[in-house]
């Protein structure tokens, strides 16, 4: 298999690092389109009945148990400040429990060198840990032995493969051959020896869509809805020409929101591992989208703020988003996360 030349493994690298700072920097945070979160709202309860140290948030996902319901979503990963960062991040869920997922390891495929920015197994062995490449990539020259790859070298747990149309659309130079993919993933999963889970990018992932990849074997799905960072605004930040930059601003409010995805991934697929991410900023916004049937709940952009920051802001946002959900359910009289979808818990505004 031949894979690409080094010359764009470098523009990948240089892509990975100008995405870390747009995100940090850029105004790429959905304006008008919103998570839908908001037309939710929690029944408050009185008279909890209930020890608010006695809430235990620990759940169960692929297998694993977790010391709460919380993903550090996929974010980066080939700099040298995506290995600090990484390093940071592997590091907090490791103490509190939490389930993490590394950024595109494309970079590290087409460069091996920078495969090691994504290493933290050592940090985190007892974390969920989920490795990440572009299904589209599939169409590219990548196959089984890439995934095996990215897999192994991680100590990965699962394999997210990430759907981008519109990011792909909007790049400069984008892998925009989407043909024949769902065969393709079919035949991944059925040939890997962990689980695969599919996820969008930021916008959202539909009903049927979600029924045709649950038939093709994927393990479980993360909706990734709108409301959040809006990767079309990200490539529209660092177009090289108008007509792209153009793109990325037409299409920067694109997507479904993440709590109609939710409802309507579940409608579907009552059982499957589901994972409720975009735009989702604290702990009530967390514990709305599990009350909607969400099994984990997925942040990125809080979570590299703060390990852009430090370790410590880092520790003092897992211990905050823990008390925020630990709060929701002492206040509706919940001693568990499975009581979060009891009726009448969880209201329409309006």
């Given at each position: 298999m031949t894979l690409l030349p080094a010359a764009t493994a470098a523009e990948t690298q240089a892509r990975k690092a100008d995405h870390l700072r747009i995100c940090l920097e850029g105004p790429v945070q959905c304006a008008q389109v919103t998570t839908g979160l908001e037309r939710y709202r929690f029944t408050h309860c009185c008279l909890p009945e209930l020890d608010w140290h006695d809430i235990d948030l620990s759940t169960g996902f692929l297998g694993h148990r977790l010391g709460a319901p919380l993903l550090i979503s996929s974010m980066t990963g080939g700099t040298a400040a995506a290995h600090q960062i990484n390093q940071r991040l592997a590091t907090v869920a490791q103490h509190y429990g939490l389930a993490m997922g590394v950024g595109s390891q494309r970079v590290g495929v087409e460069n091996p060198e920078l495969m090691g920015t994504f290493a933290v197994r050592s940090l985190a062995?007892?974390?969920?840990?989920?490795?990440?490449?572009?299904?589209?990539?599939?169409?590219?020259?990548?196959?089984?032995?890439?995934?095996?790859?990215?897999?192994?070298?991680?100590?990965?747990?699962?394999?997210?493969?990430?759907?981008?149309?519109?990011?792909?659309?909007?790049?400069?130079?984008?892998?925009?051959?989407?043909?024949?993919?769902?065969?393709?993933?079919?035949?991944?999963?059925?040939?890997?020896?962990v689980p695969v889970i599919v996820k969008e990018v930021g916008n959202g992932i539909s009903a049927p869509m979600v029924r045709r990849l649950i038939e093709a074997g994927v393990a479980a799905v993360d909706v990734a809805g709108a409301g959040g960072t809006s990767w079309a605004r990200v490539e529209s930040e660092r177009a090289m020409d108008a007509h792209q930059r153009r793109l990325g601003q037409t299409f920067g409010e694109w997507g479904l929101p993440t709590a109609d995805c939710i409802v309507a991934a579940r409608r579907v697929a009552p059982t499957l591992p589901l994972i409720a991410s975009g735009g989702l900023r604290h702990g009530l916004d967390v514990a709305k989208t599990l009350a909607l049937g969400a099994d984990l709940a997925g942040l990125a952009l809080p979570f590299l703020q703060a390990a852009n920051e430090s370790e410590a802001a880092l520790a003092a946002l897992a211990e905050v988003l823990i008390a925020e959900i630990t709060t929701v359910l002492f206040c509706t009289g919940q001693g568990t996360l499975a009581g979060l979808r009891q009726p009448g818990v969880l209201e329409t505004v309006g």
């Open positions: 062995p007892n974390i969920l840990l989920l490795a990440n490449l572009g299904a589209v990539q599939f169409n590219y020259g990548y196959g089984l032995d890439q995934c095996r790859r990215v897999i192994d070298k991680l100590e990965a747990n699962a394999l997210i493969l990430h759907l981008n149309p519109l990011q792909e659309a909007v790049q400069t130079r984008g892998d925009t051959n989407f043909k024949g993919l769902l065969g393709k993933i079919e035949q991944l999963c059925a040939a890997l020896s």
